[in-house]
């Protein structure tokens, strides 16, 4: 996800983030840097050599910093990104389980109903428009329960 533009807010200490999507907020207080008594940000800008997908700011010091989008979308909460987490986090498993399996990649391949073609793109951790479906109907040909689990937020 690309960074359109940048802000920040000294006096409600943080920056104002703005994607093709929507508009997110990120504190000061999450940063890298540490902003010391009394300073602020001085400058902040969009990072060309982040790919666009983060900014770069300075403080009232001199010191710079760099937030990645990432970052900003997991502070926020965004579902899409929590989604894509899960996704890869599930594709890792399966990648361990389908390589300590004893079932053959042909025989996954039978059982899932699908193409080898297909096959290899559950197991892409990069691929991240794969249905989380596929990945639970694979894991249950590997003989795994997946159970989830719901907790509360730590304080």
Same mark, same amino acid.
């Given at each position: 996800?690309?960074?359109?533009?940048?802000?920040?807010?000294?006096?409600?200490?943080?920056?104002?983030?703005?994607?093709?999507?929507?508009?997110?907020?990120?504190?000061?207080?999450?940063?890298?840097?540490?902003?010391?008594?009394?300073?602020?940000?001085?400058?902040?800008?969009?990072?060309?050599?982040?790919?666009?997908?983060?900014?770069?700011?300075?403080?009232?010091?001199?010191?710079?910093?760099?937030?990645?989008?990432?970052?900003?979308?997991?502070?926020?909460?965004?579902?899409?990104?929590?989604?894509?987490?899960?996704? &890869?986090? #599930?594709?890792?498993?399966?990648?361990? *389980?389908? @390589?300590?399996?004893? =079932?053959? !990649?042909?025989?996954?391949?039978?059982?899932?109903?699908?193409?080898?073609?297909?096959? &290899?793109? #559950?197991?892409?951790?990069?691929?991240? *428009?794969? @249905?989380?479906?596929? =990945?639970? !109907?694979?894991?249950?040909?590997?003989?795994?329960?997946?159970?989830?689990?719901?907790?509360?937020?730590?304080?």
């Amino acid at each position: 996800m690309k960074v359109r533009s940048v802000s920040f807010n000294n006096r409600k200490k943080g920056f104002q983030i703005r994607t093709s999507s929507s508009a997110l907020w990120f504190p000061y207080a999450k940063l890298d840097v540490r902003l010391g008594e009394g300073e602020g940000v001085a400058q902040v800008r969009v990072d060309k050599e982040l790919g666009g997908e983060g900014f770069t700011y300075t403080l009232d010091s001199g010191r710079e910093g760099a937030v990645h989008v990432d970052q900003v979308l997991e502070y926020n909460q965004d579902p899409s990104y929590l989604r894509d987490i899960l996704v &890869y986090k #599930l594709t890792l498993e399966v990648q361990a *389980r389908v @390589s300590a399996s004893p =079932l053959s !990649k042909r025989e996954i391949v039978r059982r899932l109903g699908t193409s080898a073609a297909q096959l &290899y793109r #559950l197991l892409d951790q990069t691929n991240y *428009r794969k @249905s989380i479906d596929q =990945l639970l !109907k694979l894991l249950n040909i590997l003989e795994c329960n997946v159970d989830l689990v719901v907790r509360a937020k730590r304080a």
